[in-house]
Nanobody, 114 residues
Framework: QVQLVESGGGLVQPGGSLRLSCAAS????????MGWYRQAPGKERELVALITTGGRTNYADSVKGRFTISRDNAKNTVNLQMNSLKFEDTAVYYC????????WGQGTQVTVSS
């Protein structure tokens, strides 16, 4: 089992920034890909960004150039730096890791509003 604890969500104005963090514990030796997904009201959960153990990244087109994913393998954390936030970034953001099977965090709310 892998346990995930997220932090860093909140309310921000358009154009602002937030940083999400996710700490993994448990069977961390089996963790491969780490990433973030989001789900807006009435919409399906979608990929935001992924990062492999070796540091390769993949981003949704909607966040390219604005969001940056990073991970610290020694601390078993994955972070998402979100800049130039837009109204449409409002969603619950979920940390995800793949460790033989996928594991999900509890979700953290990000609200972009003026």
């Amino acid at each position: 089992q892998v346990q995930l604890v997220e932090s860093g969500g909140g309310l921000v104005q358009p154009g602002g920034s937030l940083r999400l963090s996710c700490a993994a514990s448990g069977r961390i030796f089996s963790i491969n890909t780490m990433g973030w997904y989001r789900q807006a009201p009435g919409k399906e959960r979608e990929l935001v960004a992924l990062i492999t153990t070796g540091g390769r990244t993949n981003y949704a087109d909607s966040v390219k150039g604005r969001f940056t994913i990073s991970r610290d393998n020694a601390k078993n954390t994955v972070n998402l730096q979100m800049n130039s936030l837009k109204f449409e970034d409002t969603a619950v953001y979920y940390c995800n890791v793949y460790a033989e099977v996928p594991y999900w965090g509890q979700g953290t709310q990000v609200t972009v509003s003026s």
